[in-house]
């Protein structure tokens, strides 16, 4: 029972941070229309990977590796957003549809590995992330009673992959089913706006950084 217990503990966080509409999710939507629901998936299993690495970080006590990270967190953002603006801008130029062979829309549509890798590398470079792991493994502690063995921990973080990678698939194959009814138009549009979306949470990002850099008093945050 207990078992079960960390197993579904782990799939709610999986859920909590993968639910909420960001930039790999706007990735994964339009992926999934231009590509099919395969390579939205393969998108989102990448996301999956990555919230898996930060809960196992903290489910495995590695604080070490989470101190490097909060120690270089700037730095990180800094390549997260830049990286943002990058993959957005890239999204707003690709045309709706593989053109042809060589075209390097359709190969963005067939490299799977490039399609786990690319989100793999953007949630991993969102600092946020793991200290919302952090949060949510206080909270796992005290319910249980204290800090688990390596196996209570190892069954946590499958849960988090295992909820993370099923929000993904029931996304990318709803929309997988209008995969083939998108037109040239349609898929314009859908190009134009998530890739706008996303370049602006990387700006976000990048103008949230200069700040901190320029007047680190403006938000209260001190230089690291």
């Known amino acids: ?131 919302s792991f952090g949060v949510m493994f206080a909270g796992l502690g005290g319910l249980v009673g204290g800090a688990g063995s390596f196996n209570d921990a190892s069954l946590v973080v499958a849960g988090v992959v295992g909820g993370s990678a099923g929000w993904w698939l029931a996304l990318t194959t709803v929309i997988g089913l209008f995969h083939t009814k998108i037109d040239e138009r349609a898929m314009r549009i859908i190009n134009r706006t998530c890739g706008v979306l996303v370049m602006v949470c990387g700006l976000a990002v990048l103008v949230r950084l200069a700040l901190i850099y320029v007047a680190p008093g403006v938000l209260g945050m001190p230089l690291r």
């Open 1 to 131: 029972m207990t078992n079960l217990y960390l197993i579904l503990s782990g799939m709610v966080m999986g859920l909590v941070a993968a639910v909420p509409i960001g930039p790999v999710n706007l990735i994964c939507i339009r992926r999934s229309f231009a590509f099919g629901p395969v390579n939205g998936f393969a998108s989102g299993l990448g996301a999956a990977l990555g919230d898996g690495l930060f809960a196992a970080i903290m489910g495995f006590g590695l604080t070490w590796i989470a101190q490097m990270i909060e120690g270089y967190a700037q730095l990180i953002e800094l390549i997260g957003g830049a990286l943002m603006v990058w993959m957005g801008y890239k999204t707003f130029v690709s045309p709706p549809f593989p053109r042809n062979v060589n075209d390097m829309a359709d190969k963005e549509g067939t490299n799977l590995f490039r399609a786990i890798l690319s989100t793999f590398v953007l949630t991993v470079t969102n600092p946020v992330t793991l200290l």
